[in-house]
């Protein structure tokens, strides 16, 4: 390829670059590489940015011709080279260039990425799941006949002998994800469901719910993270089976409330020990001396009654945090 690229490129520049960018991609598909680095190949060998538009599938991927990511959310100017992935316009590969008609390289560049593009998201995201609230309804009850829930994941356009994830948002209807990527997640706290056949998209619901109980606002009073995945719980999952939401809370939850009543900077303090490699890192992460978290967790063993830099009291701490989350109603 490469020899022939070169005689080609002696007869004509645009088809020996044209040679060469088909044996990339087609290196690059062989390789089975993902959306981004084909979508910075693109960008490469452009050498302007490049743009994918999945609406239907909620991906969004711009690459700038240095190959760093740099996402927006800005509408693709019509005026744009661009390859078209599905009939409708709604998916597309765009070469941010300001021409009236894409050159040779510009088109055969369009063609093949687009072309991979296909590939990667028919193997990794299937068709997106319609908005249909009942249809998700009946996935995901266990007690539903599996024929209904079979019926109603072709409605939503899920592949039956494919993967996906269901989703529990704090704040909106459930929702499920085709495919074991993750697409664009909803705002605000979210618990995410492992990624499981089709039919076995109840269990995933169970443990999204499990999930978003881990999960926190990330604010001073409320520190954690707002997005919480079932598989990365592991075993601290089975805390929420004995921790109910709204009944008295366990004793070292109650001390914790209790001190970050009266101590505004504790528990986002303490979040940042328990979520962090050192104390360092800790001091690092709020953004005080280190020394200042040494005084500062002196003053938190007083008012907790527990050491917490000894690996039984961190340890203490991390699972009295966890059970904050739980006891809320």
Do not use: C
Request: no cysteine; aromatic share 2%.
């Amino acid at each position: 390829m490469k020899e022939l690229a070169g005689r080609l490129t002696a007869l004509d520049p645009d088809a020996g670059a044209a040679v060469r960018v088909i044996a990339y991609f087609d290196r690059l598909s062989e390789s089975r590489a993902g959306l981004e680095a084909l979508v910075r190949g693109a960008a490469v060998l452009s050498g302007v940015p490049a743009r994918l538009v999945d609406v239907e599938r909620r991906v969004r991927v711009r690459v700038e011709p240095d190959g760093t990511r740099k996402d927006s959310g800005t509408t693709p100017d019509p005026a744009w080279p661009s390859a078209a992935l599905a009939p409708g316009g709604a998916a597309a590969l765009w070469l941010e260039r300001a021409a009236a008609a894409p050159s040779v390289v510009d088109a055969v560049i369009l063609e093949r990425a687009a072309g991979a593009v296909r590939l990667v998201l028919d193997r990794t995201r299937g068709r997106a799941p319609a908005d249909d609230p009942a249809l998700v309804e009946t996935v995901l009850d266990g007690s539903a006949p599996e024929a209904a829930r079979v019926h109603a994941a072709r409605g939503l356009g899920l592949d039956t002998a494919g993967a996906a994830r269901a989703l529990a948002p704090l704040d909106g209807r459930p929702r499920i994800m085709a495919g074991r990527s993750d697409a664009e997640l909803p705002s605000g706290r979210v618990g995410v469901g492992p990624a499981v056949p089709v039919l076995d998209l109840p269990r995933s619901w169970a443990d999204a719910r499990v999930a978003l109980r881990f999960t926190a606002e990330g604010t001073a009073q409320d520190p954690g993270p707002r997005i919480v995945y079932a598989e990365e719980l592991g075993g601290v999952a089975l805390l929420a089976g004995l921790v109910a939401p709204g009944a008295e809370p366990p004793a070292d939850v109650q001390a914790l409330e209790a001190a970050g009543a009266t101590t505004p900077w504790l528990l986002a303090t303490l979040h940042a020990v328990v979520s962090t490699a050192s104390l360092r890192a800790a001091a690092a992460e709020i953004n005080v001396h280190h020394s200042t978290l040494q005084d500062r967790l002196t003053h938190a063993e007083h008012l907790l009654g527990w050491p917490l830099r000894t690996p039984q009291g961190r340890l203490r701490l991390q699972l009295a945090l966890a059970m904050r989350h739980l006891a809320r109603p």
